[in-house]
């Protein structure tokens, strides 16, 4: 959670303006929407896994910017 977070300030800092807004609304409340998707994660070790990596697949481009 804390390098999530810490990820979300850096990209604020390195961003293009043109960014700048969507990383603002992303950091707002980062926590709070963070813990609200792992409580709607699959209970099952399997199921939670895959779902995991699907989102993660869906950030990585976002990242690697």
């Known amino acids: 959670m804390k390098r999530?977070?810490?990820?979300?300030?850096e990209k604020q800092k390195r961003t293009r303006?043109?960014?700048m807004?969507?990383?603002?609304?992303?950091?707002?409340?980062?926590?709070d929407k963070i813990r609200i998707v792992i409580q709607s994660l699959p209970s099952k070790v399997d199921k939670r896994t895959?779902?995991?990596a699907k989102i993660l697949e869906q950030l990585e481009p976002?990242?690697?910017n």
């Open 21 to 31: 807004e969507f990383y603002i609304e992303v950091g707002t409340d980062f926590e």
């Open 17 to 19: 303006s043109q960014l």
């Open 50 to 52: 895959a779902e995991i």
């Open 62 to 64: 976002v990242l690697k």
């Open 4 to 9: 999530a977070i810490s990820l979300t300030e």
